[in-house]
């Protein structure tokens, strides 16, 4: 069953676990310390929003262009 997680401005650290994005349709980051490479996204059909900002993560602009148009 698809899920909303929203865990914005808990002062959470460390990087994004592959496993946070299984069926999940809404995924709310914002204002963390995560750090790291932002996961693929390219065997994830459900996500729809994802929300990252305030983060230090890392990532191509030219791959999460490829990620989310293979997600739609």
């Given at each position: 069953?698809?899920?909303?997680?929203?865990?914005?401005?808990?002062?959470?650290?460390?990087?994004?676990?592959?496993?946070?994005?299984?069926?999940?349709?809404?995924?709310?980051?914002?204002?963390?310390?995560?750090?790291?490479?932002?996961?693929?996204?390219?065997?994830?059909?459900?996500?729809?929003?994802?929300?990252?900002?305030?983060?230090?993560?890392?990532?191509?602009s030219g791959s999460i262009r490829l990620?989310?148009?293979?997600?739609?």
């Open positions: 069953m698809p899920s909303i997680v929203f865990l914005q401005d808990n002062n959470l650290s460390g990087i994004i676990p592959d496993t946070l994005l299984m069926n999940v349709t809404v995924l709310d980051l914002r204002n963390n310390r995560l750090s790291g490479s932002i996961p693929e996204f390219t065997n994830i059909q459900s996500i729809g929003i994802l929300l990252l900002r305030g983060n230090d993560l890392i990532a191509d990620m989310f148009s293979s997600t739609r």
